[in-house]
C-alpha cells in the first residue's frame, strides 16, 4: 500500500517540528560581519590604491628579473670563456 501526505507549514513551523534549532541570531550576526569585512575591502580596492599596489611589485617584478637575466648571461658568458 502507497500513499501519500502533504503538508503546508512555513519553514519556522518545519524547523520547530523537526526540532532544529534556531540560526537565525547566528546567521544574522554572520551576515552582519560579511558585509563589514566586504565594505572595508572595497574602499581598500580604490583605483588609485590597487595601481600603487600593482606598480609597485610590478616594478619589484621586473627589477628581479632583469637581474635573474643579468646573471644567467654573465655566467653563460664566463663557461665560454674557459678552455
Not at 34 to 42: I, S
Not at 74 to 82: D, I, L, P, Q
Amino acid at each position: 500500500m502507497k500513499f501519500t501526505v502533504n503538508v503546508e507549514c512555513s519553514p519556522e513551523e518545519a524547523r520547530r517540528f523537526m526540532g532544529l534549532p534556531d540560526v537565525t541570531p547566528i546567521n544574522e550576526a554572520l551576515v552582519a560581519e560579511m558585509g563589514k569585512r566586504m565594505e572595508a575591502n572595497l574602499k581598500l580596492m580604490s583605483g588609485e590604491n590597487m595601481m600603487s599596489s600593482w606598480m609597485s611589485v610590478g616594478t619589484q617584478a621586473q627589477d628581479a628579473f632583469v637581474k635573474l637575466m643579468t646573471s644567467g648571461a654573465t655566467a653563460a658568458a664566463a663557461s665560454r670563456e674557459k678552455p
